[in-house]
């Protein structure tokens, strides 16, 4: 069992990441960051590191580039509990449409989907 | 703080009421169900029931045939800390769009929503 979360150094990916591990730490499980693949050298430092203080087990798997497919591709190959999202708030002209790649993973998704805002 | 949470007979609605219960059992908190408007008596008096089996701190607030407005405004005015909500599966064939009851939530929620399937 693990909790699933892609790694994005936009304010909601890093919102989700915050979430998942809080999610870890109360379900006592493991963590599978999914690398959005735009991450520099020192972004993915910082990334272990964090994971390692956070002091949860941890792996980062190599995305493709299409992190919706990955996130559910992952949630399968690791039998996850859980996948966490960050979705933007609306703007009070906001659209109403989810992103299609939030769409996807939530429709798509093994398992259930937190979806949380910054 | 709660978990806020539809009452609907649909499978997917079950499965949202069953994932919310667990939620509020883990988080020792209290659940808020909004009543879809729907329900017969005896639903009515089966979810009572339930709630009380479970154990669980909660309240029930009528709908008013909105659910996806009557959730989001549930979760502000109880301060709550989750929606769950559940969603179809897509079938093999399905079409690549949520629900827009279910957009509407994970847009405009308080607080985050765990989006759950039967």
Do not use: F
């Not at 990916?13 to 960051?33: F, S, Y």
Request: aromatic fraction near 0%; include cysteine.
């Amino acid at each position: 069992m693990a909790i699933v979360v892609g790694h994005l150094s936009t304010v909601e990916g890093k919102e989700a990441l915050a979430a998942a591990l809080t999610e870890a730490r109360q379900r006592d499980t493991d963590v599978v960051v999914v690398s959005s693949g735009g991450e520099t050298p020192q972004e993915s430092a910082a990334l272990a590191s964090h994971l390692a203080d956070a002091g949860l087990e941890h792996r980062v798997v190599e995305g493709t580039g299409d992190l919706a497919d990955d996130l559910v591709r992952a949630a399968s190959e690791s039998g996850a509990e859980l996948i966490v999202i960050g979705l933007r708030r609306r703007s009070p002209v906001g659209k109403l449409i989810l992103g299609s790649g939030a769409q996807r993973i939530l429709l798509d998704a093994p398992c259930p989907v937190l979806a949380v805002k910054p």
